[in-house]
């Protein structure tokens, strides 16, 4: 009995200490970077801990007596545990996603289904545009997302306005024809979608979520999308 009740305490104890140290580390880095830190979590490895913070992951030990920023890799598998550690802080939760203030467009019967934030003067989103092309049996929601100027901002609200949204987007970004309409409709999905994606630290174009709120980042090749979607329709 007497042993029992120890043991509890002592994992009571513990976890105290744990949570102190977290929320000590949390305060610590707070201060020294003037940024709200989201989470703090011992790892695995040299007695780091993950510091979750404005979309990206830092490292640093229990006193704070140095900050790390970049890739932490597990030597024996050689893979990135901030990239993957990463996917799981930056989900979101899919049905949370505003789909009415994203271009839609099917082709095939449609069940796989992929969402993208997009800037329509992004070099990158106008690659995967076109690499979108070559899939089938999906269901592709756009956001119009300008970040990158005004001109993006014009453009969007141009292509929000035009009749066929989906074909405005793609002659744009596909075959370079710039939308030429009008841009003083309701373009209050635009500006809505901004505050969305500042909301949730999306900082860049394209960013791509998948149906299980895992998102990636950047120009994602075709091959990897599919498996992706593949693997989520299994």
């Keep these: 009995m007497h042993k029992k009740l120890l043991t509890l ?5 513990f976890a105290l200490t744990t949570l102190a140290d977290e929320a000590d580390i949390k305060r610590a880095i707070e ?10 979590s011992k790892t695995n490895y040299l007695g780091l801990y993950e510091v979750y913070l404005d979309g ?7 006193k704070v007596s140095a900050i790390v920023f970049g890739n932490l890799i597990d030597a024996k598998t050689m ?12 989900a979101i ?21 992929l969402v993208t934030f ?18 089938d049996n999906v269901t592709i929601y756009t956001f119009l997302y300008p970040i990158l100027s005004e001109d993006s901002v014009k453009k969007s609200k141009q292509i929000w306005c035009a009749g066929d949204r989906a074909k405005a987007w793609n002659d744009w970004m596909q075959d370079g ?22 909301k949730y630290n999306i900082t860049g174009t394209p960013t791509l979520f998948f149906s299980d709120g895992e998102r990636i980042p950047g120009a994602v090749p075709i091959a990897k999308i599919e498996e992706k979607l593949t ?3 299994k």
Excluded: H, W
């Design 177 to 198: 024809k710039a939308p030429s309409g009008r841009d003083n409709c309701d373009t209050s999905a635009v500006t809505k979608n901004q505050e969305y994606g500042r």
């Design 231 to 233: 693997q989520l329709g």
């Design 118 to 135: 997009e800037d329509p003067n992004c070099g990158y989103c106008k690659r995967l545009a076109r690499e979108l092309q070559k899939l």
């Design 56 to 62: 990206q992951i830092i490292y640093t030990d229990e």
């Design 31 to 40: 201060t020294k970077l003037g940024a709200k830190v989201e989470s703090v």
């Design 93 to 113: 939760k899919f049905s949370d996603l505003p789909l009415e203030r994203a271009i839609k467009q099917v082709r095939g019967d449609g069940k796989r289904v």
């Design 9 to 13: 305490i002592l994992g009571a104890s």
């Design 79 to 90: 893979k990135s545990v901030t990239e993957e550690r990463m996917r799981k802080l930056s």
